[in-house]
């Protein structure tokens, strides 16, 4: 049964009642009405700066690092387009060099062809000059033996004729000049001076025959000369230029390393840079999820501090009733009408108590304490005969349950709510005959007289 007091006294007495309740300690998950937990909440928040701080420094170094290392990207996509460059004009140089070569092997393979022919007609020449000599060979047999019957033949004329051919023959110098002065002695005979004119003949042919083929084995062996000549100054200059082109293709070869090099350098700074992002938005979300709880925490305080007040105001309709900090979950004007236990006409226990009278519906219902919603049933079904409810974890193993609300209740599950805060409003869903409210109070899940905690 609850005791009366006047209006004074029974403020005095909340008062004390909040002082107790002021004094006690829990955690600030619980979020009970102390000064305790409005300090627990200030101690955690500045915890929670010095995180968040330590976090905007750290993202402000890397964003520094992030910086330097773009820089260092950037230098190094420089040098690798100048490397790029340098290779690009360095391969133009190596195909310069390339067609170069190209153009003296084709000279030299046309010099070789031009040799090869000079020799081929070297060979031929000197295959006449041999066939000639072996000619001359048999005409100077010949003309030796024709040379033993000119003999004879000038014996006789000399000893037939007495003339003075053989003083003009004996004075020639030669057997050349012989021949020549031979010519004076066509008057001995007519078959003796057409031997002697078919001697002279064939041996003047046989000579100027002679004559030319080694003129122009002369000429022939001269022109291989100087394409001899041309070869090898071909030859030596395309190997200067091949020594060139390996000196270049060496060079060429560095740079390329040198560009992998620098590609493997940049590839390693911007994975730095992805890695460096990555942790900012990393350190971001814990940053975001840090003021987040600080937000949570400060509005918190706000709401307990405002509790606070409004309990020190005494508020008939929502000041605390008993020393455990729980207020009345309706208007103070609405008692108790149904009580905890066996009901016969429900032929069961009564897990809560009713709190109903002509009136109540459409009226608020308010946590008797600060804590988190568990549970937010809307929309006007059964629900095990509660239909619309709410339950509210104050921790510590104790919850509240609200039942038979109206449709449309004003908190969701997970939400903190503080005490006083209106949850939904008075109605008749589920298993209930008019409008009213139905409270429990349940200690680690099981139901309990919640008498203990409003008397």
Same mark, same amino acid.
């Given at each position: 049964?609850?005791?009366?007091?006047?209006?004074?006294?029974?403020?005095?007495?909340?008062?004390?009642?909040?002082?107790?309740?002021?004094?006690?300690?829990?955690?600030?998950?619980?979020?009970?009405?102390?000064?305790?937990? +409005?300090?627990?909440?200030?101690?955690?928040?500045?915890?929670? &700066?010095?995180?968040?701080?330590?976090?905007?420094?750290?993202?402000?170094?890397? *964003?520094?690092?992030?910086?330097?290392?773009?820089?260092?990207?950037?230098?190094?996509?420089?040098?690798?387009?100048?490397?790029?460059?340098?290779?690009? $004009?360095?391969?133009? &140089?190596?195909?310069?060099?390339?067609?170069?070569?190209?153009?003296?092997?084709?000279?030299?393979?046309?010099?070789?062809?031009?040799?090869?022919?000079?020799?081929?007609?070297?060979?031929?020449? *000197?295959?006449?000059?041999?066939?000639?000599?072996?000619?001359?060979?048999?005409?100077?047999?010949?003309?030796?033996? /024709?040379?033993?019957?000119?003999?004879?033949?000038?014996? &006789?004329?000399?000893?037939?004729?007495?003339?003075?051919?053989?003083?003009?023959?004996?004075?020639?110098?030669?057997?050349?000049?012989?021949?020549?002065?031979?010519?004076?002695?066509?008057?001995?005979?007519?078959?003796?001076?057409?031997?002697?004119?078919?001697?002279?003949?064939?041996?003047?042919?046989?000579?100027?025959?002679?004559?030319?083929?080694?003129?122009?084995?002369?000429?022939?062996?001269?022109?291989?000369?100087?394409? $001899?000549?041309?070869?090898?100054?071909?030859? $030596?200059?395309?190997?200067?230029? $091949?020594?060139?082109?390996?000196?270049?293709?060496?060079?060429?070869?560095?740079?390329?390393?040198?560009?992998?090099?620098?590609?493997?350098?940049?590839?390693?700074?911007?994975?730095?840079?992805?890695?460096?992002?990555?942790?900012?938005?990393?350190?971001?979300? *814990?940053?975001?999820?840090?003021?987040?709880?600080? !937000?949570?925490?400060?509005?918190?305080?706000?709401?307990?501090? !405002?509790?606070?007040?409004?309990?020190?105001?005494? /508020?008939?309709?929502?000041?605390?009733?008993?020393?455990?900090?729980?207020?009345?979950?309706? *208007?103070?004007?609405?008692?108790?009408?149904?009580?905890?236990?066996?009901?016969?006409?429900? /032929?069961?226990?009564?897990?809560? +108590?009713?709190?109903?009278?002509?009136?109540?519906?459409?009226?608020?219902?308010?946590?008797?304490?600060?804590?988190?919603?568990?549970?937010?049933?809307?929309?006007?079904?059964?629900?095990?005969?509660?239909?619309?409810?709410?339950?509210?974890?104050?921790?510590?193993?104790?919850?509240?349950?609200? !039942?038979?609300?109206?449709?449309?209740?004003?908190?969701?599950?997970? &939400?903190?709510?503080?005490?006083?805060?209106?949850?939904?409003?008075?109605?008749?869903?589920?298993?209930?005959?008019?409008?009213?409210?139905?409270?429990?109070?349940?200690?680690?899940?099981? !139901?309990? /007289?919640?008498?203990?905690?409003?008397?």
């Amino acid at each position: 049964m609850i005791t009366r007091f006047d209006k004074k006294s029974f403020t005095h007495l909340i008062t004390a009642v909040l002082i107790c309740a002021l004094l006690s300690v829990v955690s600030v998950k619980s979020a009970v009405v102390t000064a305790g937990s +409005v300090d627990d909440n200030n101690k955690r928040i500045a915890e929670l &700066q010095r995180e968040a701080e330590e976090i905007r420094e750290q993202n402000n170094q890397r *964003e520094r690092e992030i910086s330097l290392l773009r820089d260092d990207v950037e230098q190094q996509e420089k040098l690798m387009s100048a490397v790029d460059t340098q290779i690009n $004009e360095i391969n133009a &140089q190596i195909n310069a060099y390339n067609n170069l070569i190209n153009a003296k092997q084709t000279a030299v393979d046309e010099t070789l062809v031009i040799i090869t022919q000079k020799e081929h007609e070297i060979l031929n020449a *000197e295959n006449r000059i041999s066939q000639r000599k072996n000619e001359i060979e048999r005409l100077d047999i010949e003309n030796n033996e /024709n040379i033993a019957k000119f003999g004879q033949i000038a014996a &006789q004329m000399y000893m037939n004729s007495g003339s003075d051919v053989f003083s003009l023959l004996t004075g020639s110098t030669t057997f050349y000049d012989i021949l020549v002065r031979a010519e004076m002695i066509r008057n001995i005979g007519e078959n003796n001076t057409a031997f002697t004119e078919e001697l002279l003949e064939a041996i003047e042919r046989q000579e100027e025959e002679i004559v030319k083929l080694e003129a122009d084995v002369a000429d022939t062996e001269k022109e291989k000369r100087v394409f $001899e000549g041309q070869k090898r100054a071909l030859e $030596e200059e395309m190997s200067e230029l $091949e020594k060139e082109k390996t000196i270049v293709s060496e060079e060429v070869n560095r740079q390329y390393d040198a560009l992998f090099a620098l590609t493997a350098e940049r590839d390693e700074l911007q994975e730095s840079v992805v890695g460096l992002k990555a942790q900012v938005a990393a350190n971001q979300q *814990e940053f975001d999820g840090i003021m987040r709880d600080i !937000a949570e925490l400060e509005a918190q305080n706000r709401a307990i501090e !405002a509790a606070i007040r409004n309990n020190q105001n005494s /508020n008939p309709d929502r000041e605390v009733f008993s020393a455990s900090g729980f207020i009345w979950p309706v *208007e103070r004007r609405f008692p108790i009408t149904g009580g905890f236990g066996w009901d016969a006409w429900r /032929n069961g226990v009564h897990t809560g +108590v009713d709190f109903g009278t002509f009136g109540i519906g459409g009226t608020g219902i308010f946590a008797v304490q600060s804590g988190t919603v568990i549970t937010a049933t809307d929309g006007g079904g059964w629900n095990g005969g509660y239909g619309n409810y709410v339950v509210v974890d104050h921790g510590g193993g104790i919850s509240t349950l609200y !039942a038979h609300m109206r449709n449309g209740i004003s908190v969701s599950s997970g &939400q903190f709510v503080t005490q006083g805060q209106t949850l939904g409003i008075v109605g008749t869903t589920g298993w209930s005959t008019g409008d009213h409210l139905h409270f429990e109070v349940r200690v680690n899940g099981t !139901a309990v /007289n919640p008498a203990g905690y409003l008397n």
